[in-house]
C-alpha cells in the first residue's frame, strides 16, 4: 500500500492550475479563521513543474493561507509525471461538485481538454464522467457574448439557461431575456417557454414575411430552416437540397465550416 507523505512546501512556488476564475472572499476570510484557530487539516494536491509546483486541488485553502501571511502550506505532491490535460482533467472532476467553481470556468476548462486532446464533447463528457447534455449546456456560456457570460456566471445562473439564451440568433432579443434573467424578473421555465412560443413565428427578411421552424434533435442539437410561406412540404424540400449540397461538400472533403461560407456565398451570389 502507498503512503502519501505530506510536505511543506512555499507559498512562493505554488501557481494556479487555471481552472477556476475567482474564489469567493468570504469563504476564503472564514477558512482562514478556522486554519487560524485549529491549523490547517487537509493538505492541497500539487503537481511539480521544474522549480515551481501547479495546483491541482485546494484552491481556498492556498488562498486562505495567504491572507494569513503564511510562507508555506501543507501539500501531498502527485508522485507521477502528467501532462497540463491531464492535470486539467483532474481538476474539473476534482471541482464537479464544488459551488465555488462557476461554471463559465468549468467551461473554459472543458474547451481547453477538449483542445487538448481533440476531443468532442461526448468523448469529453465520457472521459469526465458527466452526462452529455451537462457539457453541452456548460460549453453553451463560451458561445455568449464574453460580458454577458460573465455576468450571468458571476451570479450563479445555470449553464441550462445559459444554453437557452445561447440558442437565440437575435443578438437584442437575447440581450433583453439575458437582462430579464439577471433581475430575476424570468425563471428558466419562463425563458424556455418565451423561447418555444418564437420558435415558429413570422418575421420579415428583404422586406417580405418568412416563417423560421426549429426542429430539436435532443443532446443539445437542433435544425432550423426559414423561408417565405415555410411549411412542412416545402421544409422538407429545403432539408433535402441542403442535404445534397452537403453530401457534395463531404465528397469534396470540405469541413463544416467551409462547407457553410462556400453555401452562404453562392447563395449571396444568386
Not at 412540404?233 to 461560407?261: D, H, M, N, P
Request: contains cysteine; aromatic residues 2%; glycine residues 8%.
Amino acid at each position: 500500500m502507498t503512503h502519501e507523505v505530506i510536505h511543506d512546501i512555499p507559498l512562493g512556488s505554488l501557481k494556479s492550475d487555471n481552472i477556476r476564475d475567482s474564489v469567493n472572499e468570504e469563504a476564503v476570510k472564514g477558512l482562514a479563521q478556522s486554519i487560524k484557530a485549529v491549523g490547517q487539516l487537509y493538505p492541497v494536491r500539487v503537481r511539480r513543474e521544474g522549480q515551481e509546483f501547479i495546483l491541482v486541488d485546494g484552491h481556498r485553502r492556498t488562498a486562505a493561507q495567504r491572507l494569513l501571511g503564511a510562507r508555506t502550506i501543507a501539500a501531498i505532491i502527485e508522485g507521477e509525471a502528467v501532462t497540463d490535460a491531464a492535470a486539467i482533467q483532474k481538476a474539473i472532476v476534482a471541482n464537479a461538485q464544488r459551488e465555488c467553481v462557476s461554471p463559465l470556468a468549468t467551461a473554459r476548462a472543458i474547451a481547453r481538454l477538449m483542445q487538448e486532446m481533440s476531443w468532442s464533447a461526448s468523448e469529453a463528457a465520457s472521459r469526465l464522467g458527466f452526462p452529455a447534455s451537462k457539457v453541452t449546456k456548460l460549453l453553451s456560456y463560451l458561445k455568449l457574448p464574453e460580458e454577458l457570460a460573465s455576468q450571468l456566471s458571476a451570479r450563479g445562473v445555470g449553464a441550462s439557461v445559459a444554453y437557452q439564451l445561447a440558442r437565440i440568433e437575435d443578438s437584442a432579443q437575447q440581450a433583453q431575456l439575458a437582462h430579464q434573467v439577471l433581475k430575476g424578473a424570468i425563471t428558466r421555465d419562463a425563458l424556455g417557454g418565451e423561447l418555444k412560443r418564437n420558435r415558429m413565428s413570422p418575421s420579415q427578411v428583404n422586406g417580405k414575411p418568412t416563417t423560421r421552424a426549429t426542429v430539436l434533435a435532443g443532446e443539445g442539437r437542433s435544425v432550423s430552416a426559414a423561408g417565405p410561406g415555410l411549411c412542412l412540404e416545402s421544409f422538407i424540400e429545403l432539408l433535402e437540397l441542403v442535404l445534397k449540397k452537403a453530401r457534395a461538400a463531404r465528397a469534396q472533403g470540405l469541413e463544416l465550416g467551409t462547407f457553410v461560407r462556400t453555401v452562404r456565398d453562392q447563395s449571396r451570389s444568386n
